[in-house]
């Protein structure tokens, strides 16, 4: 059983958390550019807290999220979660993901459906770090760069505005060998139907232009700009309406949310996610989630798809380079 103590304060080193009382501008930068800047479940639950924190802080008004180096981040840490499910026969105690500091309480069993299920549900809560966003009842404004995808896909949908760079690639690679994720109705919604539906069943990444035009993004820059950019946003909502003005507009939006179903949609998702063991695949050539998968190599795995698309639908900027 994992440290919960020792995975938040692993996770303190790779997310920065910086605040200007005189702007009332906090910024959270994810700091791990050697990987991508790829999120641990401590690094999850470590930025769930700051934006909660955030929430409360009278001297923040706007958060703004970043990454460091050339990618905003490409999800979940793949090695880590490799770890987690890779050996079929190990009795997992997959607590950790809940924060739970406790060697007595004893995880379900992987054959029975709360296996998944017990997780995936829980990425519905804002504590997980998949949608602490969504309770956020300040302004967030996300600011993407190179690689948007997985996890850090979940953070722009959920964001009130996203300002992106111009070489920005948005989606999610367990499209291709999962099937879904958990903000699912969120990206219907802020993308809409068919352009989602497009990314969905291609696995395809979606460009900042073709974002642009579906409107999930607010702004498209030269990289250059990028900074300058995000600064003019963040500082303009900061001088508007006054914080108890921006809370009251936030409920507005987030009763609106719910009484479109978001909060019913990551359940939804979490009770598909669950019902994974139960999938057969078409081909003996389709990716098998488990434990040969892991064994191979998830990020392996991904990239070995990668190469069957067409370059321009590719995932990895390298693999887009390739014949």
């Not at 948005?170 to 291709?176: E, I, K, N, T």
């Not at 108890?244 to 359940?267: A, C, H, N, P, W």
Request: proline share 5%; net charge negative.
């Amino acid at each position: 059983m994992k440290d919960i103590k020792q995975m938040k304060e692993e996770a303190k080193q790779y997310i920065r958390y910086e605040k200007n009382p005189e702007t009332r501008i906090a910024t959270i930068t994810f700091d791990r550019p050697d990987s991508l800047n790829a999120a641990t479940a401590g690094m999850r639950q470590y930025y769930a807290d700051l934006i909660l924190k955030a929430n409360v802080d009278d001297e923040v008004k706007v958060l703004v999220i970043r990454g460091e180096g050339k990618h905003f981040g490409t999800g979940g840490d793949l090695p880590e979660q490799a770890d987690f499910y890779g050996d079929e026969g190990a009795d997992l105690n997959l607590v950790h993901e809940f924060g739970i500091d406790d060697p007595d309480v004893k995880y379900p069993p992987r054959n029975s459906f709360r296996f998944l299920h017990a997780m995936t549900d829980h990425y519905a809560k804002a504590p997980a770090g998949n949608r602490p966003l969504q309770e956020f009842k300040k302004i967030s404004i996300v600011e993407t760069k190179g690689y948007c995808y997985g996890w850090h896909f979940y953070q722009a949908a959920d964001a009130d505005l996203v300002i992106s760079a111009d070489d920005t690639l948005f989606g999610h690679p367990s499209f291709r060998y999962v099937g879904w994720g958990p903000r699912f109705w969120t990206w219907i919604e802020s993308m809409g139907l068919r352009k989602f539906s497009e990314m969905l069943f291609t696995g395809r990444p979606f460009t900042a232009e073709e974002m642009d035009k579906c409107n999930f993004v607010n702004s498209v820059v030269a990289r250059d700009g990028l900074e300058a950019e995000t600064k003019k946003y963040a500082e303009a909502c900061a001088r508007t309406r006054p914080t108890d003005v921006v809370q009251i507009q936030k409920t507005f939006m987030e009763l609106y949310k719910q009484y479109r179903g978001e909060y019913m949609g990551s359940l939804l998702t979490g009770f598909v996610e669950g019902m994974l063991p139960v999938i057969s695949n078409d081909r003996a050539s389709d990716v098998e989630f488990g434990a040969d998968t892991f064994d191979k190599g998830l990020n392996n795995v991904v990239k070995d798809i990668d190469m069957q698309y067409p370059p321009e639908w590719r995932l990895q900027g390298s693999n887009r380079k390739k014949p």
